[in-house]
């Protein structure tokens, strides 16, 4: 018998192979609790890219297992291997009454995958499952291509349908850090053991897949619908938004408690159907001790004549490398001695990388931009007179206060909690004064104006400086946030089963 776990962690695409903001927080939390026996379920893309830790795991972090999300899976069909017709009226009636959180009919259909009852041949190939296709596809309304649905439905589907049997490890309390795929295999964990589950959204999964989605090309669109210039989705696309907002919506019902990181993300979350009740807002915070000091408190910033601007982040879409290469473009027109850093690994969407150093080569500023991959950010923090995100979606970026703890203003897209972390969010805070400036999304010349309006303004720079770092010392100490998950964690592992 395996042992049991105090806490299973369910990570889709992060720690402890995926470097970034939430990976990060995961080490930080595991690492601060070594009286606490964590082991996870993470979930890949497939196992053909190499599955490579890109952390030092923690003593108390063990007993990993590994999920290929697409990995192609055997499907040799058997005369005497078919889903019986009382088995296909329950996946069914899975599919028609998934909303009312029925705890009895979810055990009993993992259950049936995990016996055999529903072979992914025959879910994929049998008569049962094709008929049931068809009468989902409503072939006497609907006009969109058959072959295009059939292909739609097998992608959303197959992932689920072989999320659903996985054996979970054993753990008193159960933790996703998002909803979709692990947030399935999250409620799986809870109606099979009994066990809480618990559910942190750094960034809104759903938020963001719909973003993904709507900028999608491998989302089938008729022809006519490319060519018109509109913000309607096509229906494929719509198809795939659906499947991750039930999939949202079934982590929300089987949570036993939701947690997030500002009431932005709180107010989505209750849109997207979690009961207000479950949710508590607990942002993040840092090490101090890791920020403190980086920078020369003495530094003159009247006399400075070279400048050094960062973007801390992947390399990927969804940080709009973009517009911050063309705002550093029309900065570069203004400051000659002008420096900026691209910090963050660009392997994971190779095309979109190769596409932004084609974008500074078109714009002229090789001189002035460089890649660095990944770095440690405490390296460059010293040197740096700003930092900019440009993304479309964020949650509480660690950069912003990481940067204004070591005394560095930042430029910020008005997502996620940007606006709070440079403008404070209570009353208390805000009197502290901006720690930076929030632009518009996607807005290469609003972002280029504060980014000018900051470094031409002394005396500006160093009062953002300041209000940066007693903003982080009085709101944002990650020792704080540790003690809260830990007297969760307490809480929930001495509860009963739920069952």
Not at 354 to 372: A, N, S
Not at 385 to 413: F, K, R, Y
Request: charged share 30%.
């Amino acid at each position: 018998m395996s042992r049991e776990h105090d806490v299973c962690l369910l990570l889709e695409g992060t720690y402890p192979f995926v470097s970034g903001g939430v990976s990060t927080w995961i080490h930080n939390l595991v690492s601060s609790m070594p009286e606490i026996n964590f082991t996870a379920v993470c979930i890949l893309a497939n196992s053909k890219d190499a599955a490579e830790y890109r952390y030092d795991l923690p003593d108390n972090f063990r007993d990993i297992k590994v999920v290929y999300l697409h990995d192609p899976v055997e499907m040799k069909r058997s005369l005497f291997k078919r889903i019986s017709k009382k088995d296909m009226d329950r996946l069914k009636r899975f599919h028609s009454e998934l909303d009312e959180s029925d705890i009895n009919m979810m055990k009993d259909l993992v259950n049936g995958f995990k016996r055999g009852s529903f072979p992914l041949a025959e879910l994929m190939h049998g008569k049962e499952a094709w008929n049931y296709l068809l009468e989902r596809y409503g072939p006497d309304s609907n006009k969109e291509s058959f072959i295009d649905y059939f292909w739609t439905y097998r992608f959303t589907h197959l992932p689920i349908f072989k999320m659903l049997p996985i054996d979970i490890p054993k753990a008193r309390v159960y933790h996703t850090i998002s909803t979709g795929y692990a947030g399935l295999l999250g409620v799986v964990a809870r109606v099979m053991t009994g066990r809480p589950l618990l559910l942190t959204e750094h960034g809104i999964y759903v938020k963001e897949r719909k973003i993904e989605i709507a900028q999608a090309e491998w989302v089938y669109r008729r022809q006519d619908e490319r060519l018109r210039v509109e913000d309607k989705l096509g229906a494929f696309q719509t198809f795939w938004i659906r499947m991750f907002e039930k999939l949202g919506k079934l982590c929300y019902d089987y949570a036993s408690g939701i947690y997030t990181l500002y009431e932005g993300n709180r107010q989505l979350e209750i849109a997207e159907g979690a009961d207000p009740q479950k949710i508590r807002i607990i942002p993040n915070g840092i090490n101090l001790e890791n920020f403190l000091g980086l920078r020369d408190e003495n530094h003159d910033y009247k006399g400075q004549t070279e400048f050094a601007v960062g973007f801390v982040g992947r390399v990927v879409p969804i940080k709009d490398v973009k517009t911050f290469l063309r705002a550093i473009k029309m900065v570069s027109t203004r400051i000659d001695n002008l420096k900026a850093y691209i910090m963050g690994p660009t392997e994971e969407d190779e095309d979109y990388y190769e596409e932004c150093r084609h974008l500074v080569v078109l714009l002229g500023i090789q001189d002035v931009v460089e890649f660095t991959g990944k770095v440690k950010v405490t390296d460059y923090l010293p040197i740096l007179d700003l930092i900019v995100l440009t993304s479309i979606s964020e949650a509480q970026p660690l950069v912003i206060m990481e940067a204004n703890c070591a005394g560095v203003p930042a430029v910020a897209s008005d997502v996620g909690s940007c606006r709070e972390l440079l403008e404070g969010r209570t009353a208390r805070d805000k009197a502290l004064g901006p720690s930076g400036i929030v632009t518009r999304v996607a807005d290469p010349v609003n972002t280029g104006e504060a980014i000018l309006t900051i470094l031409q303004n002394p005396r500006l720079r160093k009062k953002m400086a300041m209000s940066g770092i007693d903003r982080v010392k009085t709101f944002y100490r990650e020792s704080d946030l540790n003690q809260t998950y830990l007297k969760i964690y307490r809480d929930y592992m001495e509860s009963e089963d739920l069952n």
